[in-house]
């Protein structure tokens, strides 16, 4: 078992000259939806988080193992915590397919720096897929095909539309889906053992105070367990666990039949929960179109629910994958509206692409909404619930982020 501790405080001059660049771009504007949501674009306001910023030092048990004699298999998970204080909330993450209980670092040790412990598994499909950020090879005669279009004089490289990481799992089962929710289940089941194991830990766990979150496939197993039904079984596959109080879903799925998910798939989830999505964040069916990834939040009842889609993310931003595009790729040529149809502020070009650039600033952007939705509804805090739901939510990826609430 090996510890470390990270120290951040020579990071939150960064991060706070990081956040002023997104308040100096800052303008405000909101209007209703067709639906009747309220939708924020861009509004004006100070920032009460800062991207990068970790008041807390943070420590590690990379390799934790517990063993499931239900099930007969060993689970195992990295176990992130503040190193002083306690108890602390919970959040238990759930990687996308074929990732790992290594990834997701960045994302969760900004959380735990903020007063969390972080415990990600490893489900059953750890490591299928090692290099997900590699392209991928080209057949000799499709190179240099569909590869360029353009622009006035110019000629722009261009990449072929990739398809929804979903297809990468649909090979998995139900059996697969319920042994992902119940890896969830049996940590919460375990934290006493996981107390006792690792003494580190001991008397750091609220275990009244449980959040759950997840990307892509994680995102899947999240919904389960936050309420979510699949009907692609006979009884339906619903293995909602009750002592979850709040769950994010980042790229979530919508209506398919593939898995199973129909309108009525929400209708029990009633805890709080945040989905957040991307314009590039590529949803299943020949055209991929992102808009699918809406159907979460659409058809969950109303109350503390929050839906966030970041102009230029796809799905690998929310491993803190910052990607390549640029915002001239984001805005040039286009309409200024978002995938949804709603209009969408152009941030003016950064003096310094060292300051923030535009993956970054979106991975920021997620930094700051999520640990402000923990903030509030794990740890009750009438702050991050006014940061939340007041109108003039504070600036999220320059201005190109629409956010709904119901």
Not at 91 to 114: C, M, N, Q, R
Not at 168 to 182: I, P, V
Not at 284 to 298: I, M, S, V, Y
Request: some cysteine.
């Amino acid at each position: 078992m090996s510890f470390r501790k990270r120290f951040a405080g020579a990071s939150v001059l960064v991060a706070a000259a990081s956040a002023l660049v997104l308040l100096a771009t800052c303008s405000s504007g909101s209007r209703q939806s067709a639906s009747g949501v309220e939708v924020v674009h861009m509004p004006a306001g100070t920032a009460r988080y800062f991207p990068g910023e970790a008041p807390f030092a943070v420590g590690a048990i990379p390799d934790a193992v517990l063993h499931d004699s239900q099930r007969d298999k060993d689970v195992t998970m990295a176990v992130e915590y503040p190193s002083r204080g306690g108890p602390y909330p919970v959040i238990i993450f759930s990687h996308a397919y074929g990732s790992s209980k290594d990834a997701y670092t960045p994302l969760t040790e900004y959380w735990v720096g903020h007063g969390y412990i972080c415990i990600r598994p490893s489900h059953a499909d750890a490591g299928v897929i090692r290099v997900p950020l590699l392209p991928r090879p080209e057949p000799a005669r499709e190179r240099g095909r569909n590869r360029t279009r353009s622009r006035g004089n110019a000629t722009v490289r261009t990449e072929p539309p990739r398809p929804a990481p979903e297809t990468l799992w649909q090979g998995q089962t139900t059996a697969d889906w319920a042994n992902r929710a119940r890896d969830i289940s049996f940590i919460i089941d375990s934290i006493g053992d996981l107390e006792q194991k690792y003494p580190e830990l001991a008397g750091k766990i609220d275990r009244t105070k449980i959040g759950v979150g997840g990307d892509n496939y994680g995102a899947f197993t999240a919904m389960l367990v936050a309420g979510m039904t699949s009907f692609k079984t006979t009884p339906p596959l619903h293995p909602a666990d009750s002592r979850v109080r709040a769950a994010l879903a980042m790229s979530p799925q919508g209506v398919s039949d593939v898995l199973g998910l129909t309108p009525d798939s929400w209708r029990d989830v009633k805890i709080p929960m945040m989905f957040m999505t991307g314009s590039l964040d590529r949803g299943l069916g020949e055209n991929g179109d992102p808009k699918w990834r809406h159907d979460a939040f659409a058809d969950s009842p109303a109350g503390d629910k929050y839906f966030i889609s970041f102009t230029g993310a796809s799905q690998k931003t929310f491993a803190g994958g910052v990607g390549a595009i640029s915002d001239s790729e984001i805005y040039r040529g286009r309409p200024q509206t978002d995938v949804y149809g709603n209009p969408i502020n152009t941030p003016p070009p950064m003096r310094s692409a060292t300051v923030m650039n535009p993956g970054r600033r979106i991975f920021g952007s997620v930094e700051m909404a999520s640990i402000g939705f923990w903030d509030a509804y794990l740890k009750n805090d009438s702050n991050a619930k006014e940061y939340l739901n007041d109108p003039a939510f504070p600036t999220l990826n320059g201005g190109a982020v629409v956010v709904e609430r119901k």
